[in-house]
């Protein structure tokens, strides 16, 4: 997506409709995995739970979990129009298109969809710069690697992981200029068979830490199996019960505030289309808590790149940066703009791994 249409998509649509104050609200969540998953759905669904006790009973929460992406999504979403939700939170990046095809049947409903970038009328996009929380975690895994090998083990080649893999690499390499990063693609967001044996694999090629972009615990609770030293980060969620070993910090997703504000929107009639893409500065991705096990000077100076990249003293992608092929993508002190972050679909430069076609 380039810089006009990131910005078309971002203008604000304003829907005058308000909910009338009597009536409950109907909100409805659609999950990719299981709602116990210990991350991406887990959240997702624990903060619909802490919104609707927000709003004292007066907004009613129907969720369906583990819904592929694709024609499962599409029909489920449907059946919750039909069954008379007045919002619908769509919480995985391949329900964009089913998304907007029901919206497009259903002008009354509002639509939230996680993760994308294409809005309508009555749709609207949020998404967290994980970038900047994988930033930090790279740069502990950069400071602390033994081996220089890094693993990462990678659901689907979408511009979200994309740039999450590049932070990584980036802000490790910038520490460590004897990184190397190796990436598994397992083309599922939750499979813990599949994620554990990823992460199998990328030990046993001598990474000592990995870093896991799907939705389990799988990665953390095989590297604790292993039991050769090795490390890795809470995703989406702090994943705390595997510290301190292996789970060295974690990046965390922060749902409530924004369904709450959007749910309150709706009852008010303030509703509006458009893109919301949130991070440290605003609370939608927080850094857990950093193990003694790393070094003070290391935790030290990731504190200090969280407070950088939240006061914008510090942006993760900072010239000079060159894209995978040696073509330059950013001069010297210049920063990607969020119109180039949206729709990356490139590795940096340094990183052998490559994104399937």
Known sequence: MDRRTFLAASASLAVPCAVRADDPVKVGLLLVGPRSDGGWSQHHYESAKEMVAHFGGSVELVYQESVPEGPDAERAMTQMALGGADMIFAASFGYMDPTLRVASKFPKVRFEHATGYKTAENVAVYSPRFYEGLAVMGYIAGSMSETNKIGVVAPFPIPLVVRGINSIFVNAHRVNPEIDIDVIWVNTWYDPAKEGDATQALLDQQADFVFSLTDSTATLATIQRHGTGGFGFGFTSDMATFAPDPRLSSVITNWTPYYIERVQSLIDGTWQSGIRWDGLAKGMIKVGDFSEVIPASVREGA????????????????????????????????????????????????????IPG
């Open 303 to 354: 504190a200090k790149m969280r407070a950088d990249i939240s006061s914008s003293t510090y942006h993760p992608f900072t010239g000079p940066l060159n894209k995978q092929d040696g073509s330059v993508w950013l001069s010297e002190g210049e920063t990607a703009n969020d119109a180039s972050l949206s729709g990356m679909s490139f590795f940096v430069e340094g990183i052998g791994s490559a």
